[in-house]
C-alpha cells in the first residue's frame, strides 16, 4: 500500500520561501505512469492545484502560481518536494500531497503551513 507523508515547516514568514518534502513509502515514484501532485486547502476554501510532477519528470504547475512554484523529485529519497517562493499571508493552508495511477489515488494527511510575521 502506497503511503504518503508531507513533512516541512508549520510556519513561514512573508516574503520567505516554503519547501515542502512528501516521502513516499510502498511504491517509487518513478513508477510508469504514476504521477505526484501537491494540492493545498485555505481555511475555509476548497482544495486548489498546486502543482505536480509525472513519472518522466515533466512537471505542472498552476498558473496563477507558475511564477512562484517549483516541484522536483529526489528518486534516492523516494521523495517528492515543492518550493513556493515569495509566500505571502493568502498562501497559508493545508498542503497535501497526493498521488498514484491517478492523481488523487493516494494522499497524505496533510501539513498545515501558517504565512505570518
Known amino acids: 500500500q502506497v503511503q504518503l507523508q508531507e513533512s516541512g515547516p508549520g510556519l513561514v514568514k512573508p516574503s520567505q520561501t516554503l519547501s515542502l518534502t512528501c516521502n513516499v513509502s510502498?511504491?517509487?515514484?518513478?513508477?510508469?505512469?504514476?504521477?505526484w501532485a501537491w494540492i493545498r486547502q485555505p481555511p475555509g476554501k476548497g482544495l486548489e492545484w498546486v502543482g505536480g510532477i509525472h513519472y518522466s519528470e515533466t512537471t505542472y504547475s498552476n498558473p496563477s502560481l507558475e511564477s512562484r512554484t517549483s516541484i522536483s523529485r529526489d528518486t534516492s529519497k523516494n521523495q517528492i518536494t515543492l518550493q513556493l517562493r515569495s509566500v505571502t499571508p493568502e498562501d497559508t493552508a493545508v498542503y497535501y500531497c497526493?498521488?498514484?495511477?491517478?492523481?488523487?489515488?493516494?494522499w497524505g494527511q496533510g501539513t498545515q503551513v501558517t504565512v505570518s510575521s
Open positions: 497526493a498521488g498514484g495511477n491517478n492523481w488523487n489515488d493516494y
Open positions: 510502498g511504491g517509487l515514484i518513478t513508477t510508469n505512469f504514476y504521477k
